[in-house]
């Protein structure tokens, strides 16, 4: 017999679902009472893929949210002249607000250009403006034009705002912009949205990896593929989800993140969708996707006891 609970009837197999869904979202209002690994050493993650609309920026500013909720310190670095992520996070990206681009004429330093988010006080963001758009021809003519970022990130630099996570939020090009970015990280993140055109191009961007591998930064890797827009109600999302996992194994996240319109929504808003509605599937989702980054690399904690 199943058991019934008091008053209306339900089944208690039945409220599962539901009292699942009801404690991740308290989870998220009260990030408080959960804790995620704080990673050995600080983690400098590129997001990047050239091509468009594919949940970069949107990536990008939910991972760095859930993480900051976590009380981690996240610093996001708006690398893209369209200055999304900077919206997202609430963060002023026009006129002459320091940004990215003194940073990479190398005029002021990150923490001088870097504002913390309303979001959390644990978010910071170095925001775009437009001056960027010119810096991938200006850059063409600089000194150490594709280690420019690379010199802006030294520990020195980022030893006040002292982040555990950095990430970088790429513009949809595989110019000088997004090798600034593979050059000063150690990681690629890459969103690959779940549709049909999903992995054209994907040859060109891994090409690009190795080059940069090979010649400006030996310790970069592809260590996470997020796949982003997942519509359950197309054959297609699962044929692309199955032929992306077949390709790149266990780099790619379990979590898969939905097609969510609360989650388009959440930048007009200048938020994330962890602040817009915390409740909601996409929020729940990056939550997921942002422990099984921060497992996957291992914490502080570990490393003591190993050593
Ligand atoms: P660009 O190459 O222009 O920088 P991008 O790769 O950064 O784009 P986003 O800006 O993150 O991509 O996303 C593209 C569009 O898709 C945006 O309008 C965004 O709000 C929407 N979007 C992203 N993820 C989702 C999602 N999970 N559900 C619904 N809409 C989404
Ligand atoms: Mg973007």
């Not at 609970?5 to 679902?17: E, L, V, Y």
């Not at 996001?76 to 990206?93: F, K």
Request: proline letters at 6%; hydrophobic letters at 40%; one cysteine or more.
């Amino acid at each position: 017999m199943t058991e019934q609970k008091p008053g209306d009837g339900t089944p208690f197999s039945d409220w599962t679902p539901i009292a699942d869904a009801a404690a991740r979202a308290t989870q998220v209002l009260h990030p408080q009472e959960l804790s995620l690994p704080k990673p050995p050493h600080r983690r400098v993650i590129t997001v990047a893929n050239q091509k468009g609309g594919v949940g970069k920026t949107t990536s990008t500013v939910n991972l760095a949210a859930a993480l900051a909720l976590h009380g981690l310190k996240v610093l996001v670095i708006d690398l893209d002249p369209q200055g999304n992520a900077s919206t997202a996070l609430g963060v002023e990206h026009r006129g002459e607000v320091p940004s990215i681009y003194d940073v990479l004429l190398g005029e002021i330093s990150v923490k001088e250009a870097a504002a913390v988010s309303d979001q959390s006080p644990n978010l910071w963001c170095v925001p775009a403006t437009i001056d960027l758009a010119g810096a991938e021809v200006e850059l063409v003519t600089m000194v150490a034009r594709e280690s420019r970022l690379k010199t802006a990130l030294t520990e020195e630099a980022l030893d006040e705002l002292s982040p555990d996570y950095v990430f970088i939020d790429c513009p949809p090009s595989l110019g000088l912009l997004t090798v600034n970015a593979l050059v000063a990280a150690e990681e690629v993140l890459i969103p690959i949205q779940c549709e049909y055109y999903a992995l054209e191009g994907l040859g060109q961007l891994l090409n690009n990896i190795e080059l940069v591998r090979g010649h400006l930064n030996t310790s970069l890797e592809v260590s996470t593929i997020v796949l982003t827009m997942y519509d359950g109600r197309t054959k297609l999302a699962d044929q692309v989800t199955k032929d992306v996992r077949d390709y790149f194994g266990d780099t790619v996240l379990s979590t898969v993140i939905p097609r969510s319109v609360k989650v388009s929504e959440a930048p007009g808003y200048g938020q994330t969708v962890l602040a817009y509605d915390p409740g909601s599937r996409g929020a729940m989702s990056y939550l997921d996707a942002a422990k099984e980054i921060a497992v996957q690399g291992g914490s502080a904690d570990e490393q003591e006891a190993g050593e």
